[in-house]
């Protein structure tokens, strides 16, 4: 089953402009993380946000979490032809002592030189 | 290796073969997970180990599944009796030891995959 349920399902955009993804999630978490994948390839970790923090930037990423409305957004600012890729939440709860986390279908990012 | 290896990379089976899926986890880390990505979809949880114990697998489909990390480093992804619906890309994570121990950042890191293809 997956949590987080990314908008929009797909974003083209230009060189430059701005990108930013949306995600919502419906149970309760300890935090709430971003992944890239590029095609045919493996998840990397992009950023993780706490469920006591509201917003975190990383390089040209900044990420915001509401727990009040169990949404997350992610924007990545000047964006480049390189950022086309898959982005994914992923809720993380500690279960049992570990982080699992449970993702969503993911938005797929296209940025036009 | 620096990273979480995965083979085979690519499996092309026949229906009702046997499989196995292979995932070497980053050195030191002492949790690993399987998850599995449909096309167009985000990765689906499997299971869960936490050394050599499968600490959660309420993600394993049916019991055509099953994994194994015996000696707490290499874990092994076993299909039985292949359906066609299994073919997809089955993903290994690893990450540093649970809360506790040391710092966990809760951050996974991802293998390539190993994409499973039953005809």
């Known amino acids: 089953s997956q949590q987080g349920e990314e908008d929009p399902q797909a974003l083209s955009i230009q060189e430059g402009e701005n990108a930013t993804m949306n995600c919502s999630y419906k149970?309760?978490?300890?935090?709430l993380q971003w992944y890239r994948q590029n095609s045919g390839r493996g998840l990397v970790h992009l950023i993780l946000?706490?469920?006591?923090?509201r917003e975190k930037h990383s390089g040209r990423l900044r990420v915001t979490l509401d727990t009040s409305k169990k949404s997350s957004s992610l924007l990545i600012t000047a964006s480049r032809a390189a950022d086309t890729a898959s982005y994914f939440c992923?809720?993380?709860?500690?279960?049992?002592?570990?982080?699992?986390?449970?993702f969503g279908a993911g938005t797929r990012l296209a940025v036009h030189p | 290796g620096a990273g979480v290896s995965q083979t085979p990379s690519n499996k092309v089976t026949e229906k009702g073969k046997y499989v196995e899926l292979r995932c070497d986890p980053i050195s030191g880390h002492t949790a690993l997970y399987w998850y599995r990505q449909s096309l167009g979809q985000g990765p689906e949880f499997l299971i869960y180990?936490?050394?050599?114990?499968?600490?959660?697998d309420s993600g394993l489909p049916n019991d055509r599944f099953f994994a194994v990390r015996p000696e707490g480093s290499v874990s092994t992804l076993k299909i039985q009796r292949t359906e066609r619906g299994d073919s997809a890309v089955y993903l290994c994570a690893s990450s540093l030891p649970e809360r506790g121990q040391r710092a966990n950042t809760g951050e996974l890191f991802f293998g390539e995959g190993s994409r499973l293809t039953v005809l």
């Open positions: 180990f936490q050394g050599t114990g499968a600490a959660d």
């Open positions: 992923a809720t993380g709860e500690f279960s049992g002592g570990y982080n699992k986390l449970i």
């Open positions: 946000i706490r469920s006591n923090e």
């Open positions: 149970t309760s978490i300890n935090n």
